[in-house]
């Protein structure tokens, strides 16, 4: 696996800035914070098993942003599969190699980067795992941004979430967004993307959807991607995959 620096200009957004020692610290805690944050885990495991079985199980996986490490130990249940962990935030990188088991750390490769301009070379991983980035994205130029390195560094597939409608808490969301405009004071870093704006911009980067597994189908913004370079024999309605094999 080969590093390098990429040739494409970082792009720095604001919600990037906060991830401190702090910060770092206060995102691995609320994780493990109660039953619900628990159940929650669980399931955003599950579905990330589920969708890197729909990639064809990779060998070369990037986990980007890596965040506290805490689909580690997922990731590398495959004995085989080489991870490499990266995160735009040092403070973060630091706290998962110090919170996750010692010998699940000694298996991954870490390195701070920008999603915006990964340092690795062309097609350097099988499978780029991007979980809980793409919601704070609200401009859709940066997210084709993203998606167009990601289709560089990967040589297959892609697996991304972000918050999408058609579902009751996206419905409750927009209510709350419509009161807050009246707030010019409220600052918003999380937003609701349509999903025939955020799978036409996945065609626009070069992907295919294989797969979009809801984390809770009909209610919950959460819904996880599987993408592909090139489709992959048996091309799938979206909403059929996204009731199917969890």
């Known amino acids: 696996m080969s590093f390098c620096s990429s040739s494409v200009s970082p792009i720095e957004l604001d919600f990037s800035r ?5 910060h770092a610290q206060a ?13 929650s885990h669980w399931r955003e495991a599950q579905i990330g098993r589920r969708a890197l079985e729909l990639a064809g199980n990779p060998r070369r996986v990037l986990d980007l942003p890596c965040g506290a490490g ?22 973060m990188l630091s706290v998962a190699r110090g919170s996750q088991p010692p ?28 979980i809980r ?3 704070h994205i609200e401009d859709a130029r940066h997210r084709l941004a993203m998606l167009r390195e990601f289709h560089r560094v990967s040589s297959g597939t892609v697996i991304c979430s972000l918050w999408v409608d ?26 609701v993307v349509a999903r025939p ?9 070069g992907w295919n959807v294989v797969a979009a597994l809801d984390f809770l189908p009909g209610y919950a913004m959460w819904r996880t991607y599987v993408l592909a370079k090139e489709a992959r024999g048996h091309e799938r309605n979206t909403e059929r995959g996204a009731r199917g094999g969890i």
């Open 18 to 22: 906060k991830y401190d020692a702090s």
């Open 27 to 39: 995102y691995l805690k609320k994780h493990k914070d109660g039953l619900a944050r628990r159940l």
């Open 70 to 91: 805490r689909f580690w130990p997922m990731l590398c249940e495959e004995r085989d599969r080489r991870v490499l962990a990266a995160d735009n935030s040092a403070d």
């Open 103 to 130: 010998e699940i750390v000694a298996r991954i490769r870490t390195f701070q980067t920008s999603a915006f301009a990964i340092d690795l070379e062309d097609g350097a991983v099988d499978c780029v795992f991007c």
């Open 133 to 135: 980035l793409l919601h």
């Open 166 to 191: 058609g579902n009751y808490m996206s419905w409750r969301r927009n209510c709350l967004e419509s009161r807050r405009k009246a707030d010019a004071q409220v600052s918003r870093n999380r937003f």
């Open 197 to 205: 704006v955020i799978e036409s911009e996945f065609r626009a980067a």
